[in-house]
């Protein structure tokens, strides 16, 4: 069974925390009184370790093979509000200044999942009333205005390279959030149990369903038909409003009005790059059935029209869902991919392209939303396959993690290609020293040698010519 380990800075020992039926069992140290010290050497492949204090850096080269969580606390706990701020802003997560009807909540997070939730005044202070998410219980709430502050919430921690902490969102009365604070820590001590008793057992669970389970991915890349004036002709005239199917139409909210120019593919999931590619062909070629108008461009990439942004999202399934994937995800295929896109692509950030961003799925796996259209070219789907594929499989044997260093994600979100550049190297080391890597290289390392020489995609070209379908 896979253990959860949790490191205390200030007294370099570790406490291990597995779950068993009567409860929580605790080895090592206890509210600083020692119990017996445990070697490092314990950590095994596959173990988490959570930096519980904020003291120092961890050097994770102790812990092989491990997952390690708030390995940025040492750094948050020390920036400003004002780096944090700028930090946040960035990422699209700053919704301006005080708004005279904004409520402010303050949500303990525990790797993407609310664990209390209570709403404060100004002083910081607890209002009085039912509370909006019982200490300890977790679970996300059915009010949606209640989801957006706990996704703000998650995002604000993520952003700081955090996988624990608090933070304080304000709801304003147009529904938008802003990220007010944070900090790597949970204000309540009394939560400390409850906390690591739930992810202890879901750790141990997610580990033990994953063996043996079928990785596949899947995929609803965007694309857009353009007229030959420049224009977007809306893709419900072909595929209908809304969506159904394997090919239908994205929403894009205009004032109070909905419009869907954008077209959608949702393609059968498949086990390989190769697969699902040809899943996503098949779908080109039934949707070039019914566009019935051979004057139109289709086009792809990040903004291939001024304001339209589209989106690659990749789905996974049969992985479980961490805060580590997801870095991994950012830094081996976000980055890269920013490296290749077309220069206008930089404006689809930060309202689309944040760093981090998912969703869960119904049938148990989890949506990647970063990504842009890389419908652009077969090629550069199925490097996002690939590398996608890659990180679920070896996402506990690839040790450089490029998301979680400021300077690449400030270049990433400034479409600084010289700056973010600089992973480059690290990343193909990595990702090539992974059992696994031999079988996906193909696909990969086309998308490496184009970042590498600077070469961009180019967003006005009709993605029919390079995906093989008849115009």
Not at 392 to 413: H, K, M, S, T, V
């Amino acid at each position: 069974m896979a253990s959860t380990w949790i490191w205390r800075g200030s007294y370099d020992r570790l406490e291990k925390v597995t779950y068993h039926e009567n409860g929580l069992h605790v080895s090592g140290e206890r509210n600083g009184q020692p119990l017996h010290a445990q070697p490092w050497t314990e950590v095994k492949a596959g173990d988490a370790v959570i930096a519980w204090s904020d003291a120092r850096s961890i050097d994770c080269s102790r812990f092989k093979g491990a997952w390690v969580l708030n390995i940025n606390g040492h750094i948050a706990i020390k920036l400003s509000e004002a780096e944090k701020q700028r930090i946040w802003r960035r990422a699209g997560l700053c919704g301006g200044p005080k708004a005279e009807s904004e409520r402010l909540y303050r949500i303990g997070i525990v790797h993407l999942e609310p664990v209390e939730m209570v709403r404060i005044d100004v002083s910081g202070k607890t209002v009085q009333g039912k509370p909006l998410l019982p200490a300890g219980t977790g679970g996300w709430p059915e009010d949606p205005a209640m989801r957006r502050v706990i996704h703000t919430a998650v995002s604000a921690l993520y952003a700081l390279g955090l996988d624990i902490g608090e933070a304080v969102i304000s709801l304003g009365g147009d529904g938008r959030t802003a990220v007010r604070t944070a900090w790597p820590k949970l204000s309540d001590t009394r939560l400390e149990a409850a906390v690591l008793r739930r992810f202890a057992a879901w750790h141990a669970a997610a580990r033990a369903e994953a063996v043996g389970r079928q990785l596949l991915i899947g995929a609803d890349p965007e694309f857009v038909l353009v007229t030959p004036a420049g224009k977007v002709a809306s893709a419900s005239r072909f595929f209908g409003a809304g969506v159904g199917g394997a090919a239908g139409t994205d929403a894009v909210l205009v004032g109070r009005r909905l419009f869907y120019p954008v077209a959608e593919l949702r393609p059968e999931p498949a086990d390989s790059p190769a697969a699902l590619a040809a899943n996503v062909r098949r779908l080109l070629l039934r949707a070039a059935e019914r566009i019935s108008d051979p004057a139109l461009r289709w086009a792809a990439g990040a903004m291939p029209v001024p304001g339209l942004a589209l989106g690659g999202h990749i789905h996974i399934s049969g992985a479980p869902l961490t805060s580590r994937l997801l870095r991994l995800l950012d830094s081996y295929a976000a980055f890269p991919l920013a490296l290749i896109e077309d220069p206008a692509g930089r404006a689809r950030r930060p309202r689309y392209g944040t760093l981090g961003d998912f969703r869960q799925q119904p049938h148990g796996g989890f949506e990647y939303r970063t990504l842009p259209s890389w419908l652009i070219s077969p090629a550069a789907a199925k490097a996002a396959f690939a590398v996608a594929l890659l990180c679920a499989r070896e996402a506990l044997n690839i040790d450089y993690i490029p998301a979680l260093d400021e300077r690449y994600a400030e270049a990433y979100y400034a479409g600084d290609r010289s700056g973010l550049a600089g992973c480059l190297d690290g990343l193909a080391a990595s990702i090539s020293a992974t059992p696994g890597y031999d079988a996906l290289a193909r696909f990969i390392e086309p998308l490496f040698e184009a970042a590498r020489r600077g070469t961009t995609w180019d967003e006005s070209s009709d993605i029919r010519v390079k995906w093989r379908i008849p115009q």
